[in-house]
């Protein structure tokens, strides 16, 4: 499949860049290049292939959730740009 040079300038605008001319000729031949080998993987047989998430067999390996003791209000607040006792003070986001 090839990639015209409107389909990059409409991924341009989508993407709000700024491209050359020569950087649309550049690009459209690299995403024809990838959509090319795509259509050759789909050419390739995987039914017996099982669906996976990941190639690889992975493990998170986390230490484990101990509670433990929490931090004075004073350290947490300690470098806190604005605070109001014991609270961090923070811009209204929502109106009531």
């Not at 409107?6 to 990838?34: C, F, H, M, N, P």
Request: aromatic share 4%.
């Amino acid at each position: 499949m090839q990639i015209s040079l409107e389909d990059v300038q409409k991924i341009e605008d989508l993407a709000r860049l700024e491209l050359t001319d020569a950087d649309r000729i550049k690009y459209a031949g690299q995403l024809s290049a990838i959509l090319e080998y795509f259509d050759k993987l789909s050419e390739v047989d995987t039914s017996s292939v099982p669906p996976m998430s990941h190639p690889l067999d992975l493990e998170n390996i986390l230490r484990a959730d101990d509670p433990g003791e929490s931090l004075a209000a004073e350290i947490v607040l300690a470098n806190a740009p604005d605070r109001t006792e014991s609270c961090f003070r923070v811009p209204v986001i929502l109106e009531q």
